[in-house]
């Protein structure tokens, strides 16, 4: 396989996005050394579509937004999914984004007829897909976040809350009954199983469509959507721009800084569909860059915002947070490959890789920066 922005034509990108560099992370993240991911044959299927429709001029070189020539570092130019995604952090602020990545009328194309057959590797049907996400105890977690904003906020007891990439509504659908919820999302399946199977207001279209009713909103909730926004500061900017007074905006995405708490696997977190890649603090930037007050943020990744003033144009530099993401990332890595290692000793491999990780993991936390109280 080689690079799909690597051809010699007047689309590509320019020389730094296709420079020979080797990913910091090793060359398990390289194109060429990269070991086969596990997929089933739909989603072998939809990745072979991706590769044979690839072209140069579908590609585009992104800076970072923050403004700093502190240059980059390569992480990665292969996805889960054995895609070619050249994510680099920026030196200067610790955002990791891909570049070059696909023009947005590409990524367009991609949401409207790959990424469900790409990322969905349940074999269920799409009802009880949705509602498996809805029962299980993340979607529990992020309602009771949501609920302690609204108690700790002093919003109304019975808030108006709209949800911007709702799939089937399956956040909403945790919330109290009393709420008034409404729900956006361009997948038409997921609209009228959130109707049916959970009884919400359901609406097709996205942030344009959805103007009105942030407007009105108390809260406006953006759950796992800003990392595929190819242009979130003018997203964020467009949102704050209706948002009354005293409302609510609530942003959560895929923190770097969470993986350890996951399954410790870093290049599952690495995704073509992933635009840019967060901690709380480059959340938190993206969030101010947009002319939003940031009253609390974690390592979930999770931000809560409130309508501010203009935007502050470029971050500072953060001086050694490029640096520990890329200790943490490689950190992760190692240990994700000890763990199947131990797992695999015969007779003693569970309990043994169990009792390490526990330990592994307490060293990995010291590597996530502390956290910063809530507003």
Not at 22 to 43: E, I, K, N, R
Not at 59 to 76: F, H, I, K, T, W
Not at 237 to 258: D, S, Y
Request: hydrophobic share 40%; proline share 7%; with cysteine.
């Amino acid at each position: 396989m080689t690079l799909p922005w690597s051809s010699a034509t007047s689309a590509a990108p320019d020389r730094a996005a296709v420079s020979t560099e080797l990913p910091v992370l090793g060359p398990d993240f390289s194109l060429a050394g990269a070991p086969p991911p596990d997929l089933t044959p739909t989603q072998v299927a939809a990745r072979e579509s991706i590769l044979q429709g690839d072209r140069p001029e579908l590609y585009e070189a992104v800076s970072c937004p923050c403004g700093s020539d502190a240059g980059d570092r390569l992480l990665a130019e292969i996805d889960r999914h054995g895609l070619p995604s050249r994510n680099v952090i920026c030196l200067g602020c610790g955002l990791i984004r891909l570049t070059p990545r696909w023009r947005e009328q590409r990524y367009r194309d991609f949401y409207q007829s790959e990424y469900r057959a790409l990322y969905n590797r349940s074999r269920s049907t799409k009802a009880r897909y949705a509602e498996e996400i809805a029962a299980d105890p993340s979607t529990g977690a992020r309602a009771a976040w949501i609920e302690q904003q609204v108690r700790g906020r002093r919003l109304p007891t019975a808030p108006r809350v709209v949800e911007i990439g709702a799939g089937a509504g399956w956040n909403l659908a945790r919330l109290p009954a009393a709420w008034t919820r409404i729900g956006y999302d361009v997948d038409a399946e997921f609209l009228a199983i959130g109707r049916g199977s959970f009884g919400l207001d359901m609406r097709h279209g996205f942030v344009a469509e959805a103007l009105a009713e942030i407007a009105a909103a108390d809260l406006v909730l953006l759950s796992h959507v800003v990392e595929h926004f190819s242009h979130p500061g003018r997203v964020l900017e467009t949102i704050r721009r209706q948002l009354l007074p005293g409302a609510l905006l609530l942003i959560e995405v895929p923190g770097i800084f969470r993986i350890h708490r996951t399954n410790l696997d870093v290049r599952s977190y690495l995704q073509n569909a992933h635009t840019f890649t967060y901690c709380a603090a480059t959340l938190g930037d993206a969030c101010r860059r947009a002319g939003l007050e940031v009253l609390g943020l974690d390592e979930t990744a999770r931000a809560v915002c409130r309508v501010s003033g203009a935007g502050t144009g470029t971050s500072r530099e953060r001086h050694g947070l490029p640096e520990r993401i890329i200790r943490y990332l490689q950190r992760c890595d190692s240990g994700y490959r000890r763990y199947g290692r131990l797992r695999r000793l015969p007779g003693i491999g569970r309990a043994s890789a169990a009792l390490w990780k526990r330990t592994y993991l307490a060293s990995l936390g010291l590597l996530v920066p502390p956290a910063q109280p809530p507003r």
